[in-house]
């Protein structure tokens, strides 16, 4: 059984352009939500995506955006990057439990992003 | 934003049992607590999850209050290997727009002596 897996697993981008990532979800679970994690910090929550729609959404601008596909698989979208956005950037999966609003959530290793 | 803190780091030594607390004041009603060890460069791996009193599993037990409003994480007889990050994750509801949030924890950087 699959983990969550995500693509590339490094990438260099130079300030103005766009980048988009991608993450498979663990098998069985339907809802992706995605972190940035800048260096010697913790995760930050970007958003989370469920039947193909943003769920929720933490304190990140517009220039983030994502996606989800009827498969579950999701991209984050970054535009106009900046130096700030250089991150690890971690995309994890769940399954909501019944009554909760908390789903445990399971994590992929990542994707190094460096803005230059 | 509601803030959840631990401490900074920690220190220990090989085959000692260590407790990690974290406090969440503004933890949303019906949310659990999720504990987290992270190496570099790496994604989080769960360790334990909880919603009220005690749970334990097979590498750590996880202390609820009756309040919620903290949590500590218990790991028995810690080895090397067990130096890392550790992060809590609640769930947040923002009081003016309702809006719900995971908030990790500060992060604790455990480092285990031999």
């Known amino acids: 059984d699959a983990g969550v897996t995500q693509s590339p697993t490094h990438l260099i981008k130079t300030r103005g352009q766009q980048v988009t990532l991608r993450c498979s979800p663990k098998s069985g679970h339907d809802t992706v939500s995605w972190y940035q994690q800048a260096l010697g910090q913790g995760p930050q929550f970007i958003f989370q995506?469920?039947?193909?729609?943003?769920?929720q959404r933490g304190n990140f601008p517009d220039r983030f955006s994502g996606h989800q596909f009827p498969n579950y698989s999701s991209e984050l979208n970054v535009n106009a990057l900046l130096l700030g956005d250089s991150a690890l950037y971690l995309c994890?999966?769940?399954?909501?439990?019944?009554?909760?609003?908390?789903?445990?959530?399971?994590f992929g290793p990542g994707t190094r992003l460096t803005v230059l | 934003l509601a803030k959840t803190t631990q401490p900074i780091s920690m220190d220990s030594y090989e085959g000692q049992e260590v407790n990690i607390t974290c406090s969440h004041n503004?933890?949303?009603?019906?949310?659990?607590i999720t504990w987290y060890q992270q190496f570099p460069s790496q994604g989080p791996r769960f360790i334990i999850q909880g919603y009220k009193t005690k749970v334990t599993n097979e590498v750590a037990s996880l202390f609820i209050p009756a309040d919620r409003k903290s949590s500590t994480l218990s790991l028995p007889r810690v080895s090397l290997s067990d130096t890392a990050v550790y992060y809590c994750?609640?769930?947040?509801?923002?009081?003016?727009?309702?809006?719900?949030?995971?908030?990790f924890g500060t992060g604790t950087r455990l480092k285990v002596l031999a």
């Open positions: 994890a999966s769940s399954f909501p439990l019944a009554g909760g609003v908390t789903d445990t959530q399971y």
């Open positions: 994750l609640v769930g947040d509801i923002e009081g003016l727009s309702g809006t719900y949030k995971y908030i």
């Open positions: 995506y469920y039947e193909e729609e943003e769920r």
């Open positions: 503004n933890i949303a009603t019906n949310d659990y």
